[in-house]
């Protein structure tokens, strides 16, 4: 009998070894966005769809108030960040801070007093950072930019940002955001990938 309660409490004790090292394995990701003002953002569900595929490693998609609760100072502070990556325990943590859903006009060509070009653009910037849970620190922190091209205006004489031949049409909008933020999600997802291929996963 001793034996038999010896034995089952070595299996208990590995089980309970085993499922905290999986745990602490995990991949958080923490996306929040910045709101566009001319289509609802879907973001945060594209990106997660692309999660979804992943076997290799957990991944927790959405801290959800944990991390988006507080001033704006509070949810980027590191330690804090890291503490409550500890609390969830994973192994990474990829932040992803979407600071602007925008559209954006810019000058491609130009001939002086002659001839003027415009393009616009729809464009999704912000930030991400990789940070190690257990070391405590960022191995990676970058830029994110991702952009499409919606409509081009050659201008004669005048050099116009406000040619109403630039404006797009709001169902055009809806179209071009949307197929931009399937194309950030799916270049925040290869970051991610990244990640999941490298050392830090036996890839």
Known sequence: MFILKKIAAIVIMI?????TAGAADGIIVNLS???CPYADSHLKDKLDTYLSTVEKVPIIS???????????????????????G???????????MIDRIDLEKRKLTVIPLLMYRYRVYGIVSGTLRII????N?????????????ASDQWQLVDDETNDPALSIPPDDKLILFDRLEEKAAAGLFEEINKLIRGNHFGG
């Open 33 to 35: 966005t910045a709101s």
């Open 62 to 84: 959405d801290s959800g108030a944990a991390f988006m609760s507080g001033t704006k100072a509070a949810r980027v502070d590191f330690s804090l960040l890291v503490e409550r």
């Open 137 to 149: 620190r960022v191995v990676k922190m970058e830029k994110v930019y991702f952009d499409l091209k």
């Open 15 to 19: 089980l309970l070894t085993g499922f």
């Open 86 to 96: 500890k609390q969830l325990q994973g192994r990474f943590l990829v932040d992803i």
């Open 132 to 135: 190690d849970i257990v070391k």
